[in-house]
């Protein structure tokens, strides 16, 4: 059975951090890829960050890059982001998402099949 859990979201103001966690379990985290996706109310869910968890690589979308970190534990289980500089137009249901791992697999919400409740992020003054 596979379970992914997010934990860590808040309500923050502007140029603050969070620190998002994604605790995994029923398979094994280093053969699969994380996603980091969030949905705004009215908008598309659309991708934050990926990571392979065999080789690390990563892919971060426009929005983030230079503010948003993703990484892993694998010991844990555990895929981790860290937000830096948020933004009120950060606002959103962040969610992880885990697909088995293939050598060309996208960063879309599409391409990934197991998927948490969410955790809300609010960056507002």
């Known amino acids: 059975q596979v379970q992914l859990v997010e934990s860590g979201g808040g309500l923050v103001q502007p140029g603050e951090s969070l620190r998002l966690s994604c605790a995994t379990s029923?398979?094994?985290?280093?053969?699969?890829?994380i996603g980091w996706f969030r949905q705004a109310p009215g908008k598309e869910r659309e991708a934050v960050s990926c990571i392979s968890t065999s080789d690390g690589s990563t892919y971060y979308a426009d929005s983030g890059k230079g503010r948003f970190t993703i990484s892993r534990d694998s010991a844990e289980n555990t895929v981790y982001l860290q937000m830096n500089s948020l933004k009120p137009e950060d606002t959103a249901v962040y969610y992880c998402a885990a697909a088995e791992w293939q050598l060309f697999r996208l960063c879309v919400p599409q391409e990934y099949d197991y998927w948490g409740q969410g955790t809300q992020v609010t960056v507002s003054s």
């Open positions: 029923g398979f094994t985290l280093d053969h699969y890829a």
